[in-house]
């Protein structure tokens, strides 16, 4: 299992993708955690086996019924730790 940093940009503030993204997460039972970046997007970083990137990036895409995702991108990011248990929404 890896950590992955992923970026997503459009639509994604102001619209409940952040407590959509939470909750389905959840739901699929990922950990890790979601929050607004300064500049619009969105950052979430996922503890996930390689099986599971295309499945979570779909969740991603999905977001809330409001959201527009434009873009995501994603990198290992190991050198990062998840101190929480769950999915949480970071301010």
């Known amino acids: 299992m890896e950590l992955y940093r992923f970026l997503i940009s459009g639509k994604v503030q102001g619209v409940f993708y952040r407590k959509s993204v939470s909750q389905n997460a959840m739901k699929a039972g990922f950990r890790g955690s979601v929050k607004n970046l300064m500049d619009g997007t969105v950052e979430v970083y996922a503890?996930?086996?390689?099986?599971?990137?295309e499945g979570f990036i779909e969740l991603l895409r999905i977001g809330s019924p409001l959201s527009e995702v434009n873009d995501i991108s994603y990198i290992v990011a190991n050198n990062e730790k998840l101190e929480f248990d769950g999915f949480v929404i970071l301010k």
């Open 47 to 53: 503890e996930l086996i390689e099986d599971e990137i």
